[in-house]
């Protein structure tokens, strides 16, 4: 049965997987086990032989950060079920899974290092070239080949069945991201009392949760490609000139804009956070430029990836069948049809980039990027910027329509 591995007892879980002791070489006796836990769930270790090293990865039945809060264990089916799935299409985009136990929920893969978490290079003003178009790459490989442009409708409802079973990390995603923002909940930990008129604002504003409600609705039901639920810079790790992408376990079938707004949202807070950061001018303002370069990156390697995989792939899904559109007249309006998509999956982008940064700031999961201020005062005044230009996202979206208004609108709202 299942039971929560301590530190201690990896050895002797390790030495029961042969695959895995032939990885690492010697015994038991010869290897080193660092817990390196990070994230809010999961215990994860990294474990060193002679020969080579791994990462065991356990879903433990509560939230690691908050013990009285219970969560299913199975979420690491999922986190599995999406490494799989992605495999042929995302290649060295993801670690390497290794083994995967279905009874202590464990998930043993790669051991990424010298790599860093993105959200720490991030924090420590690191460039960093690959991270964004990289993740970008990730994202685009990923959603169009599990996309109806893509798959054909029978693997699509198949696989929407099974991730469909995710459900209490959905639930999570429904009340922490989607819901809690907007109301009054024990979870909810914006600094105190600096933030507490912009959570009472944002409780009684009908027009930002009729918004909100709006994209609630989107993220039930647009079950537009296979996503990773939870793309934020935590769930990225770099070195200068690799990207993987971890912690798949809040996977679906979900609107691709909600994994690229997760990570510009991220971005965007990036650099809002570093304007309360104690560094000197001339280095902050050319990373927070670099920062806007990034998020120009993202989103213009992302565009260009998911069309070009479009354009030329061979075997179509159900939505644009190969022989639909054959004659020039066809082709003109393909070309038509394709940038309409883009231009619906961006406009995804930005309100889920909104409601990303409004669950950091008023939500329960705060980050290390604003965290790591220590007086309250300057860090909320590194806060409301984000959550004035995410209110402005979400209620007038007409006036974001490409990613040139989104990086004009940043350093303004900070101005403002
Ligand atoms: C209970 S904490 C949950 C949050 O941590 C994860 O990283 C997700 O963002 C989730 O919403
Ligand atoms: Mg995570």
């Known amino acids: 049965g299942y039971r929560v591995l301590t530190h201690d007892d990896i050895p002797a879980y390790i030495a029961g997987v042969p695959a895995i002791v032939a990885q690492l070489g010697g015994g038991p006796a010869d290897w080193t086990v660092r817990d390196v836990a990070d994230g809010n769930l999961n215990a994860v270790y990294l474990v060193d032989g002679p020969a080579g090293g791994v990462c065991v990865k356990q879903a433990l039945p509560y ?93 699509k409802f198949e696989d929407i069945a099974h991730f469909a079973r995710n459900q209490a990390l959905l639930r999570i995603t429904m009340d922490l991201v989607l819901t809690d923002p907007y109301r009054e909940v024990w979870r909810n ?16 504003d009908i027009e930002l949760k009729t918004a909100v409600a709006r994209h609630r609705i989107g993220f039930l039901t647009n079950t537009q490609a296979l996503i990773h639920g939870d793309l934020h810079s935590g ?34 807070m990036s650099w809002y956070a570093h304007g309360a950061y104690d560094r000197p001018e001339a280095d902050r303002r050319a990373y927070r430029d670099w920062i ?87 860090r909320a005044r590194a806060q409301a910027p984000a959550l004035a230009l995410a209110r402005a996202l979400l209620t007038r979206p007409e006036r974001f329509a490409d990613i040139a208004a989104i990086l004009d609108a940043i350093p303004r709202f900070e101005r403002a």
């Not at 079920?81 to 995967?100: E, I, K, S, T």
């Not at 930990?189 to 600096?194: D, F, G, K, L, T």
């Not at 992408?245 to 994994?259: H, K, N, Q, R, T």
């Open 63 to 155: 939230v690691r950060v908050h013990h009285d809060w219970p969560l299913a264990v199975e979420r690491a089916l999922f986190e599995h079920a999406y490494m799989v799935r992605l495999d042929p299409f995302v290649g060295r985009g993801a670690p390497q899974l290794y083994h995967f136990d279905p009874t202590l929920f464990t998930i043993v893969m790669e051991k990424l290092e010298p790599h860093i978490i993105l959200r720490k290079g991030l924090i420590e003003g690191r460039h960093l070239p690959k991270a964004a178009p990289d993740t970008a790459t990730f994202i685009a490989n990923a959603t169009f080949n599990t996309s109806d442009l893509a798959a054909p409708f029978e693997r």
């Open 292 to 378: 806007l370069e990034q998020i120009a990156i993202f989103w213009a390697t992302f565009r260009d990836r998911f069309l070009t995989l479009w354009e030329n792939a061979t075997e179509a899904g159900d939505a644009y069948p190969a022989d639909y559109f054959t004659d020039t007249a066809g082709k003109a309006r393909l070309a038509t049809i394709r940038r309409d998509y883009l231009d619906g999956i961006f406009a995804d982008t930005v309100a889920f980039a909104a409601l990303k940064m409004n669950r950091r700031i008023i939500g329960y999961a705060q980050i290390a990027d604003y965290l790591v201020i220590e007086d309250l005062e300057r």
């Open 189 to 204: 930990r914006y600094v105190r009392p600096h933030m507490e008129g912009w959570a009472a604002s944002f409780r009684s």
């Open 235 to 268: 769930s990225v790790m770099v070195t200068e000139d690799d990207t993987r992408v971890i912690d798949g376990e809040f996977a679906s079938y979900g609107p691709i804009g909600l994994d690229t707004g997760a990570f510009i949202a991220n971005l965007i």
